[in-house]
C-alpha cells in the first residue's frame, strides 16, 4: 500500500525519538513492499518559535493531505510562562479537535523484565495488560471556561452529551470485543451531574447492543486505588478526557517506564494520530539518553488502526519485545550504573530485527 503521513517532531526529546520510529517505518516498507511517503510539519513550542501559533495553519494543510499523523513530543521550559498568550499544548489541544479524534487508545503492559523498576510486587504485576480507552474532545479540556476573569476567579466546565459520551463508550465495547470482554467505565456519579450522565449513557449502550462484554462502573477515586492493589482486574478502562489523562499516567507505573508507552487518537474514520504517551523531557534532550519504543510501539498502532497492516504491526511489537529479551536498555530502564544503549542503537536493533 502507499501512504502519507504527517510527522512532527515537536520539542525537547521529540525529534531523536520520531527519527527511530521513522527508521522503523522505512525498514517495514522495504520488508513489505508499502511506500510511505512522509511530510514534516511544526507543532509545539519550536513552531511559536517559527510561526508564533503552536498549531500553524500550514501544519493543518499538510495533515489534511495525509492518512495519518505521528506526533512526538511538545513543550518546555522555554514556553512555561503562565502568562504567555500562547502555550505549546495548544498545539496538541487544536490538532485532536480539528481532526475529531475522540478516542485516545492507550495500552498498557507490565513488562517482566522491567519489573524491579515499579514500586509493585512481582506477584500484583505478572500479567497486567489493559487498555485505556480515553475521551479526547469534550468534557473539562473544552468546555465553557473563563480564563483570566478579573483576576479574583476562574472556571472550566466539564460537559458532555450523550453522542459524545456513546461515540467513545463504542470505541470502548469493540475493543473489548476483541480483548478479555471487560469493561470498566470511570465516573464521579456521585457528585457531578455530568457524570451521572455518563454512567446512564454507558449502562444504556451496554443494554443495546454490548451485553457480551462484562461491565463495571468505577469512582474515579476507588479506580486509582484499583490500579496499584489490583491492577490484572482491569481489561478496557473507559474514562473521560480528565480522567483518562490523570489515570493514564498512574497506570503507566505498571510498565516500568513512561517511555515505554504508545497511543492512538482516532476518530470517526481510519485518519489517527499516533504518539508516545510520555512528554518532551527537555533534561535529557538531544543526550541519546531517550527511549524510542513509545514511538515506535505508536508506528505498530498506526500500521495496525490506520493501515489495516495487522502483521506488520505485530512484527514492529516482536521486534522490540526481542531487542529487549537481547538484554538492550535505554537509559531510563538500565536502572542506576548499569550500561546502556542509545536512543539510536536501540532503534537500529528494532529495524534490524524486522
Ligand atoms: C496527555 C498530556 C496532554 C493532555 C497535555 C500535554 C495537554 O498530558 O496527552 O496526556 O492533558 O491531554
Ligand atoms: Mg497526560
Known sequence: MKAKITTLPGDGIGPEVLEQAIAVLARVASKYHHEFVFHEALIGGSAIDKTGSALPAETLRTAEQCDA?????????????????????????????????????????????????????????????????????GGIYFGPRQEQGDGDSAYDTELYSVDEVRRVAEVAFRAAQGRRKKVSSIDKANVLASMRLWRRTVTQLHAEKYVDIDLEHLLVDSCTMYLMTRPRSFDVILASNMFGDILSDEASVLAGSLG???????????????????????????????????????????????????????????????????????????????????????????????
Not at 487544536?94 to 519489573?115: M, S, T
Request: charged share 20%.
Open 69 to 137: 499523523i505521528l506526533l512526538a513530543a511538545v513543550g518546555g521550559p522555554k514556553w512555561d510562562n503562565p502568562t504567555a498568550p500562547v502555550r505549546p499544548e495548544q498545539g496538541l489541544l487544536g490538532i485532536r479537535r480539528h481532526f475529531e479524534l475522540f478516542a485516545n487508545l492507550r495500552p498498557v503492559k507490565a513488562y517482566q523484565a522491567l519489573a524491579h523498576f515499579t514500586p509493585l510486587r512481582d506477584d500484583l504485576l505478572a500479567g497486567v495488560d489493559l487498555l485505556f480507552v480515553r475521551e479526547l474532545t
Open 260 to 354: 515505554m508507552l504508545p497511543s492512538a487518537s482516532l476518530g470517526a474514520g481510519t485518519f489517527g494520530l499516533y504518539e508516545p504517551v510520555h512528554g518532551s523531557a527537555p533534561d535529557i534532550a538531544g543526550q541519546g539518553k531517550a527511549n524510542p519504543i513509545g514511538t515506535i510501539l505508536s508506528v505498530a498502532m498506526m500500521l495496525r488502526h490506520s493501515f489495516g497492516l495487522e502483521k506488520e504491526a505485530q512484527a514492529v511489537e516482536d521486534a522490540v519485545d526481542m531487542v529487549l529479551a537481547s538484554g538492550a536498555r535505554t537509559a531510563d530502564i538500565a536502572g542506576q550504573g548499569s550500561s546502556y544503549v542509545s536512543t539510536e542503537e536501540f532503534g537500529q536493533a528494532v529495524v534490524g530485527q524486522i
